[in-house]
C-alpha cells in the first residue's frame, strides 16, 4: 500500500521561505508522478507542481511558479517543495500525491493522483 507523508510546514512570515518534504513509501519509486497541491478551505484544490520521479522532470502551474523549486533526492524517495518570497495568499494546507505507474507527468491535476497525503499547512502571516 502507498503511503504518502508530508512534512515541513508551519508559520512564515510574508516574504520568508519554507521547504516542504513528501516521502512516498510502499511502492517501487520511478516511473510516478509526484504532485505538489494546495488546498484553502471553500476553494478547490490547486495544482502546484508535478515531478517525474524517473527523471526529475517537473511541470510547474502559474498559481506560483518562479517562488517555487521542485527537487527529488531518489535514494529516499522524497520530493521536496522549496517556497520562497511567500505571501499571505500562499496560506493553505498543501498536499503531496502519486499517480500509478505512467511515462510522463505534465501540469498537475488532482484526478490523475490515486495516493495522497495527509498534508501540512502553511500559514504566511503579515
Known amino acids: 500500500q502507498v503511503e504518502v507523508v508530508e512534512s515541513g510546514g508551519g508559520s512564515v512570515q510574508a516574504g520568508g521561505s519554507l521547504t516542504l518534504s513528501c516521502v512516498v513509501s510502499?511502492?517501487?519509486?520511478?516511473?510516478?508522478?509526484v504532485g505538489w497541491f494546495r488546498q484553502v478551505p471553500g476553494k478547490e484544490r490547486e495544482g502546484v507542481v508535478s515531478?517525474?520521479?524517473?527523471?526529475?522532470?517537473?511541470h510547474y502551474t502559474t498559481s506560483m511558479k518562479g517562488r517555487v523549486t521542485a527537487s527529488q533526492d531518489s535514494a529516499k524517495n522524497t520530493v521536496f517543495l522549496q517556497m520562497t518570497s511567500l505571501k499571505p495568499e500562499d496560506t493553505a494546507v498543501y498536499h503531496c500525491?502519486?499517480?500509478?505507474?505512467?511515462?510522463?507527468?505534465?501540469?498537475?491535476?488532482?484526478?490523475?493522483?490515486?495516493?495522497w497525503g495527509q498534508g501540512t499547512k502553511v500559514t504566511v502571516t503579515t
Open positions: 515531478v517525474y520521479t524517473a527523471d526529475g522532470r517537473t
Open positions: 510502499g511502492y517501487t519509486y520511478g516511473d510516478h508522478c
Open positions: 500525491a502519486v499517480t500509478p505507474p505512467r511515462r510522463y507527468c505534465g501540469s498537475p491535476e488532482a484526478f490523475e493522483y490515486n495516493a
